[in-house]
């Protein structure tokens, strides 16, 4: 048997995810044994950029017609550990571990994200195997990249607020609740729009242009907040979806019945 072809780009990206997902579990043993929170405001950081590797290797691949199976693999292998190991580990450390009625709620509660994530990319893989020609443009159940950066970006939002002395009190534990609903909704059959039809040759009106730099403007002023405004809108539009119009999605996912290149011609690429 051949061995694979492996592209080079996409699998770049891919290789990205997982050292930012490695990297961020170092610094979370490291704010576990240094208590230093300074390491877990890293670790946050780094499975925020692994969402972005995470969005460019899939495009990548697209955009370069080098798709495979390999690179599906890879990427959720990738995600595991970025977007599974990592957020489980981060919460425990900060908030999980201080629920101790009952005894290893704590514990069952990042486990529990974490097999669910595992159970979603094995879901998403198995799907993907046996209708490569899919032209389905939703995931089945909210995404882990979209998971892992709901709840990575509020327990950023949650340390910026600590670290400023505001009254946050005991709402943090909500993220101990949050956790066990975002399990859940990976696994769910909640569908979320995958935005792949928004890709390098995207265009759209100059409103929606503004807007989105704007959006980008906003987040690098208000890093500490940003991320989780983006991140749990996206958790909150695939709940709301169903009821919304055809009209309205269209226009939010940026779907034609048809993509076409360059010249005008027609563009059947799709990816699950």
Known sequence: MSEPRIPLLPTLMTAGNILCGYVATLQIFDGRHLADISHYHNAILLILAACVFDALDGRVARFSGSESAFGRELDSLADIVSFGVAPALLVHDIVLKDLNTPKGLGWAISCLYLVCGAIRLARFNCIAAMDTKSSSKNFCGCPIPAAAGVISSLTLLVIWLDSNERE????????????????LIMVSNLE????????WRTRRSINWVLAAITLIVLTVMFWQWMPAVIFVSYLLYGLVRPWISRKWQQEIEEEAPEEFDDNGDSDPATKI
């Open 168 to 183: 946050i009190g005991n709402w943090k534990y909500a993220l101990a609740a949050l956790m066990v609903a975002l399990s």
């Open 192 to 199: 979320y729009p995958s935005f792949k039809s928004v890709n």
